[in-house]
């Protein structure tokens, strides 16, 4: 059960910035964290049949999108960028979201492959961090991926420079209809510069928010052997 100790409502001021009351009532937002306990004796020795586990629950109490996980990278400046993506496929090789080959995020990882994901779900107290290297998978898989997609999802990935500026939105919906007239009677191939990367997991961990902010971190390490090793982390 989540219990908050403050409800805060904001408030402005009268030309709509936050009231200066808002802004110190920030420091009063908090919950207690009273979860399941989560140690290394009850992980599962493979990270990614635990992570199935902690996904699974997900799937079941999670209205929206509890395929959603927070994507970062950083290119080779050192400059770091986050963003939600979907998680759509993963198995003991690693995860699998999907993208335009030319966006932002796919620069950054073609610069500088080694990205972090995290999934959070705060109804359920969780968290899970996976850091890794991203690499593209086989156009085979991404097209399996494109082809299961619906006919307005396949059309957006042709319509849309991702990442580019574009002088309205009213320009990005005639280029939708170029492509609805292009594909009619066609059907509509996967773009070249669309498809899947692969996250591939060097180190892995979950969170289980608990009481006093005592949360359980167990951590999941790869050697080069490709044996995993679980340690406990402070919390």
Do not use: C
């Not at 904001?10 to 709509?16: F, L, M, Q, S």
């Not at 009231?19 to 399941?36: F, N, P, S, T």
């Not at 796919?106 to 961090?129: C, H």
């Not at 009619?184 to 669309?194: E, M, S």
């Amino acid at each position: 059960m989540l219990r908050y100790f403050k409800r805060w409502i904001p408030a402005r001021d009268d030309v709509g910035r936050p009231a200066q009351a808002v802004k110190q009532g920030i420091a009063m937002l908090r919950r207690e964290y009273d979860g399941k306990p989560f140690d290394e004796t009850s992980a599962d020795p493979d990270p990614f049949t635990q992570f199935e586990s902690w996904f699974g629950d997900a799937v079941k109490h999670i209205g929206q999108d509890p395929n959603a996980m927070i994507l970062a990278t950083a290119d080779k400046e050192g400059q770091p960028t986050s963003r939600t993506v979907l998680l759509k496929g993963f198995d003991e090789e690693g995860f699998v979201f999907y993208t335009n080959y030319n966006s932002r995020k796919a620069k950054s990882i073609e610069e500088n492959p080694r990205v972090s994901l995290t999934f959070y779900w705060p109804d359920l107290m969780r968290q899970i961090q996976v850091h890794g290297t991203a690499e593209k998978v086989p156009p085979e898989i991404s097209d399996e991926y494109f082809n299961s997609r619906p006919d307005g999802s396949k059309l957006g990935a042709w319509a849309s420079d991702q990442s580019s500026p574009i002088s309205s939105r009213y320009a990005l919906e005639e280029q939708l209809k170029q492509y609805e007239e292009t594909f009619r009677d066609t059907g509509i191939p996967r773009p070249p510069h669309w498809g899947g990367y692969r996250v591939v997991p060097f180190r892995i961990e979950f969170w289980q928010g608990r009481l006093n902010r005592l949360h359980d971190r167990i951590s999941y390490r790869n050697e080069e052997n490709g044996r995993w090793i679980i340690e406990r982390l402070s919390p």
